[in-house]
């Protein structure tokens, strides 16, 4: 089973268009963790609102609200309440296409040997459309991660550890280096 962890605070302008993405997903072989700093705005209640199609499409959903120091906290958190082999995570202002679950299952089978399977991501900024890819080379920078397209076996985080959550923005990236080091 694969886990997708949402982080979220506020997000009930943004946080639809996540979890429709998933509620469209061509495999429903997944559960979907939110994890939510204790929100001051709707959503909590917007959440509460597609629990019944999770339930119907048989994913798993679960939500857990309380304080938390950050993003990385809180992707923390996810981690370590997530049940599925692979981790990947979606924040609360993006989405999946919806075939994304069943490639990244397919090349889970393909190589079960991979503790991190990344793809392209696509980011689109009103009229303007980029595409980033991975690219896998000596000397890394940070356009070569693609943190929303990664997916991460749970055995590697809890080898190697979870997010550095003091504050740092580049903690994903700092994370990954790591694990392509070890």
Known sequence: MISVITACYNSGKTIEKAIESLLRQTNHNFEHVIIDGQSKDNTLDVIKGYRPQYEEKGIRLTVISEKDTGIYDAMNKGILNSSGELIGILNSDDWYPPNTIEIIEE?????????????ASETINGNSKSIR???????????????????????CYMDIGTYDACGNIYADFKWYIKARKE
């Open 107 to 119: 090349n889970h089978k393909r190589h079960p040997e991979a503790d991190i399977i990344m793809g």
């Open 133 to 155: 890819k991975v690219r896998l080379r000596r000397f890394l920078t940070s356009r070569d991660f693609n943190h929303g397209a990664m997916f991460v076996k749970k055995d």
